[in-house]
């Protein structure tokens, strides 16, 4: 068991700095939430309701859940992790 858990320690310590990694690279791009609705003040990723923090994605859970989402996706894929966030893997999901 405690071989396990460590692995299972050790992919969510490769998830969160993954997560990490996209948050810094979509920073480089984008001043505001790549999802974010400047003339309405709506969040894309939440269909439309209003963005609580009006476009900045540091400590956003919504973003962030949209990259955990996505590394989900990829690793189930067998795809590598891609390393900036415009890549069509993490703008599109896996197709």
């Known amino acids: 068991m ?3 858990s460590t692995a ?3 992919q ?3 998830k969160r700095a993954w997560i990490q990694k996209m948050v810094r690279s979509a920073k480089l791009h984008h001043k505001l939430c790549p999802f974010y609705d ?3 003040k709506f969040c894309f990723l939440r269909l439309g309701e ?3 923090l009006d ?3 540091d400590n956003c859970p919504i973003f962030i859940g ?3 989402r996505r590394y989900d996706e990829i690793t189930a894929a067998g795809k ?3 390393v900036d966030f415009e890549d069509p893997l993490v703008q599109f999901g896996v197709t």
Do not use: A, H, V, W
């Open 2 to 4: 405690g071989k396990s």
């Open 8 to 10: 299972i320690e050790r």
């Open 12 to 14: 969510k310590d490769q």
């Open 38 to 40: 400047r003339k309405k």
């Open 50 to 52: 209003r963005c609580q």
């Open 55 to 57: 476009g900045k994605f």
């Open 66 to 68: 949209f990259l955990e």
């Open 80 to 82: 590598p992790l891609p």
